[in-house]
Nanobody, 124 residues
Framework: QVQLVESGGGLVQAGGSLRLSCAAS????????MGWFRQAPGKDREFVTAISRSGGRTYYADAVKGRFTSSRDNDKNTGSLQMNSLKPEDTAVYYC?????????????????WGQGTQVTVSS
């Protein structure tokens, strides 16, 4: 098993940047694909980005493509989400997650391990 803890959330003005981190403990993070999801009030949890075990492949939701960048450091057992050009509609609780699956990384159900989430608020 792996335990995940997010950090780096906060309040930022539209157009600003934030960098979220996900620290893993327990089993090596390299064993898992990593994903980032977000959930706004009254909405379902939605896929933001995923990164393969090696970090060689990344996948992004259309809403964040070109603005967000996912990365990972398996030696440090951490993952990161760099968010630029933030918009008010990016406001949500952001979660990192780990998946033992291969192939489809978009579905919430593909991830067995989740962090507690970190709040990101973008003011207009």
């Amino acid at each position: 098993q792996v335990q995940l803890v997010e950090s780096g959330g906060g309040l930022v003005q539209a157009g600003g940047s934030l960098r979220l981190s996900c620290a893993a403990s327990g089993r090596a993070l390299s064993t898992y694909a990593m994903g980032w999801f977000r959930q706004a009030p009254g909405k379902d949890r939605e896929f933001v980005t995923a990164i393969s075990r090696s970090g060689g492949r990344t996948y992004y939701a259309d809403a964040v493509k070109g603005r967000f960048t996912s990365s990972r450091d398996n030696d440090k057992n951490t993952g990161s989400l760099q968010m630029n050009s933030l918009k008010p509609e990016d406001t949500a609780v952001y979660y990192c997650a780990a998946s033992s699956s291969y192939g489809n990384y978009v579905g919430v159900h593909r991830y067995a391990y989740w962090g507690q989430g970190t709040q990101v608020t973008v003011s207009s």
